[in-house]
């Protein structure tokens, strides 16, 4: 039976860590960092950063680097999204051991296309040669991204209670979490599944700004969301619950991406394990009241009613299939 621990990843201890870094300094934990702007009380910076972690392995077995740069970006706005933020400009890190010139111009015009579609500015970077360090053909990428929020208009998850209902934006496969577990269990075979695992992580900006402002309109809100990485649905969606309810999420109304299917086939994972490690076909998860899931699904069409909010401890609760 594979694992994510068995792959080389103990997520297990990257919360911990997290947890140590959070009694050391303020406002660590979130999605996204929020700083007062010092000029106006009614506004925030929001920050964001992040990597595409082993997928870029992937990247280099294929010699393909036109998405990864979409991956980057993506995982860096969707995290700032979340609290509500308008994502402003975005900054890169990109370090080689030599520059491949042809796969650098790749990787930028990834970049570019990632913030593109989150409407956001590439105002800068930094390119790091740094021979011996990585080995030949490969490379490091990192990504910064600031936004704004009103104050007034950050989400927080501090009013979902009891009753609220869970709707969710559809993943465009693994995107860029758990690439360490899929190696370890595809092994040789990563290139037969190339198309669906190179596939680029989904950008929601657009989709959550249109909601959020649409929804205000109506006079209604987002209570809470959660960008769907790292730990899955049971380790992200708490995120936004206040201590005193549970999430429960109904497998059978959402589709798992036949790739994920076939992964858990093949290396014979159990369902939790699959559901901490993987997104399991949802990106996005988001709250609102019951009197605005229809005003949300006007707005939104695609948006999938996967769950409600009950009493509990800040949990998931996995039903349905």
Not at 154 to 170: E, M, R, T
Not at 288 to 304: C, F, M, N
């Amino acid at each position: 039976m594979s694992t994510y621990k068995k792959a080389g990843v103990d997520i297990a201890a990257g919360d911990k860590f997290v947890d140590f870094i959070a009694t050391k300094t303020k406002g660590v934990g979130g999605f996204a960092g929020l700083y007062p702007v010092p000029c106006n009380k009614d506004y925030s910076l929001v920050a964001s950063t992040d990597g595409v972690g082993t997928k870029l392995k992937l990247a280099f077995l294929l010699n393909k680097h036109d998405t990864i740069g979409i991956d980057l970006v993506a995982m860096c706005v969707n995290d700032l999204v979340v609290v509500g933020a308008t994502p402003l400009f975005f900054l890169d890190y990109y370090a080689s051991g030599k520059l491949n010139m042809a796969a650098s111009k790749q990787i930028i015009n990834g970049i570019l296309e990632g913030c593109r579609q989150a409407n956001c500015a590439l105002i800068g970077g930094e390119t790091a040669e740094m021979p011996g360090f990585y080995q030949k053909g490969e490379y490091d990428l990192a990504g910064f991204t600031v936004g704004m929020v009103k104050n007034s208009e950050i989400i927080d998850g501090k009013k979902v209670k009891p009753g609220d209902v869970l709707l969710a934006l559809p993943s465009s496969g693994f995107h860029s979490n758990g690439y360490s577990l899929v190696r370890h269990v595809f092994g040789k075979e990563l290139k037969k599944y190339a198309r669906q695992l190179i596939t680029p992580t989904r950008i929601y900006v657009r989709e959550i700004l249109k909601l959020k402002a649409g929804l205000a309109k109506a006079k209604k809100e987002i209570l809470g969301m959660a960008h769907i990485t790292g730990s899955g649905l049971p380790g992200n969606v708490p995120r936004f619950l206040p201590k005193n309810v549970n999430a429960v999420l109904d497998t059978s109304k959402w589709q798992t991406p036949a790739v994920m299917k076939t992964l858990q086939k093949k290396g014979k994972i159990s369902d939790k394990e699959m559901f901490d490690a993987f997104n399991m076909g949802l990106g996005m998860v988001i709250c609102v009241k019951k009197d605005a899931v229809a005003a949300a699904k006007k707005l939104l069409p695609e948006l999938l009613e996967v769950g409600y909010i009950t009493k509990g401890r800040q949990q998931v609760i996995l039903e349905g299939k």
